[in-house]
């Protein structure tokens, strides 16, 4: 499965003979892919990502770079390297200082470093039990959690962005944005915390972030930590322009790196000084990119292939913009494609889709609970092999012929139009049979009801 070893300079593994000017061919893209299994339809990039064939043998290049000489590794060619990596990141996502990016293992990680920060900040600085963090209703699970655990718990009142859905355009984001900072402030009550998705989870929108951010500056919020886990290589990453506080984006979703990487950028101020990495060891009180470095002996092949990743990317016409481009165009042409056959509704407009898309399903499948929703993605993936998540939105009292479920389709560089064939057909053949969910267990499989609610 791995090829063979290539040359190396000294800092650790690199590909050869690359002919710079020479754009990716389709072939070439299949045989990265290949270890994919190749009798599913994926169209499911957004939950755990994908990595080629030629980082994961660049990786492996590294992980045999440590154990060969692993004393030698650590004090010669391990620090560098992840430096290198982190000035990569840098000159991605137009930060100042590359002391502003950190390397994490994921964003839950992320998320876990800036929310400990805040429960210090309700112990050993001026917030008080019944200050106020605010968050969006589809904040990932993980860091919904997280938030109950460090803020909450801490004394901190968490405040829920209730957003409709389907989302017609970014004013109806500010707007219910606006109403939950003027909850938070009612009284001379004070907002420490603003958690903002760039791209949120489940249902899949684009958040006007930028906007976000300001508004939260305008109103005095403390700390301001976006969550973007989706979204380099899906959408743009300016951390500069955007300005938040704290910015993360998992690089194994959309940026095909292994699991699992992020990057965590911290703005400069005085609101990182005492920022820690929850996982302490030897270079604790080193700086958070130091600390995150180094969080005792484990595997760190995933953080300091970036380079090879990087060099993937630019193999395609456009480098990674390129690519986020052409997935965009793809996945909202596929999405029409699929609304048209099955008579429904986007749930976004193109515009706030990234490389995913929110497809209404028909409402004959009778989609009435979030396991409802995960019978139908079990059914998929069993009978028809194909891999989708599915969002169930309760119907409003009014609405007659209601849309209760969504697929949220992905599209990355190895999908085909024979992906979201098969599962147009495979929902009109369930369509045509009079399949409906909520009847029994005609499409239970077992597992469904052991995963609820947290698709990554
Ligand atoms: C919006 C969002 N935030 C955070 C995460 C957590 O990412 P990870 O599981 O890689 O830590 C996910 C995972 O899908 C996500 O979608």
């Not at 300001?214 to 886990?229: P, W, Y």
């Amino acid at each position: 499965m791995f090829s063979s070893p290539k040359l190396r300079h000294e800092n650790g593994p690199t590909t050869t003979s690359k002919p710079e000017s020479k754009p990716i061919t389709g072939t070439e893209i299949e045989a990265e892919f290949s270890h994919h299994d190749l009798t599913v339809a994926r169209i499911n990039n957004g939950s755990f990502g994908s990595c080629p064939l030629s980082i994961i043998s660049a990786q492996q290049q590294w992980q045999l770079q440590f154990l060969k000489q692993p004393d030698y590794f650590y004090f010669n060619t391990f620090k560098p390297s992840m430096l290198k990596s982190r000035i990569l990141i840098q000159s991605l996502v137009n930060t100042e200082d590359v002391d502003e990016i950190s390397i994490v293992d994921n964003a839950t990680t992320a998320a876990a470093i800036v929310l400990q920060h805040v429960t210090w900040s309700f112990f050993t600085s001026n917030f008080q039990p019944g200050d106020a963090a605010v968050m969006l209703h589809y904040a990932y699970g993980s860091v919904k959690k997280s938030v109950q655990a460090y803020v909450a718990r801490a004394g901190g009142k968490v405040i829920e962005v209730q957003l409709p859905f389907p989302l017609l355009s970014n004013e109806e984001i500010i707007t219910e944005f606006d109403k939950a900072l003027k909850m938070g402030k009612i009284n001379g009550g004070k907002i420490r915390l603003a958690v903002i998705d760039h791209i949120t989870s489940m249902p899949s929108v684009v958040i006007p972030v930028k906007e976000l951010v300001k508004m939260c500056r305008d109103e005095g919020v403390d700390i301001i930590f976006v969550d973007g886990a989706h979204a380099i290589g899906n959408v743009e990453v300016d951390v500069g322009d955007i300005g938040a506080d704290f910015y993360t984006s998992n690089l194994h979703k959309w940026f095909f790196s292994p699991p699992s990487a992020a990057f965590l950028y911290c703005k400069k101020s005085d609101k990182v000084l005492d920022l820690h990495h929850p996982v302490v060891s030897i270079e604790y009180g080193n700086g958070l990119p130091i600390e995150s470095a180094w969080i005792g002996t484990r595997d760190y092949s995933a953080q300091l292939v970036i380079p090879e990743v990087l060099e993937f990317v630019n193999r395609f016409e456009g480098g990674i913009e390129g690519i986020r481009r052409r997935n965009h165009d793809k996945v909202v042409e596929m999405a029409e494609m699929l609304v048209k056959a099955w008579g429904t509704k986007l749930g976004t407009p193109p515009e706030m889709c990234s490389s995913m898309a929110m497809v209404g399903m028909p409402a004959c499948l009778g989609i009435s609970s979030d396991s409802d929703a995960l019978k139908l993605r079990t059914h998929l993936r069993v009978l028809f092999k194909v891999e989708v998540p599915i969002y169930y939105r309760a119907a409003l009292e009014e609405e007659v012929n209601p849309i209760t479920g969504y697929a949220r389709i992905s599209h990355q560089v190895y999908n085909t139009i024979e992906d979201y064939y098969r599962f147009r057909d495979a929902i009109i053949k369930l369509a045509n049979d009079g399949f409906k969910l909520g009847r029994g267990d005609q499409a239970g499989h077992g597992a469904a009801s052991n995963f609820r609610g947290h698709d990554p």
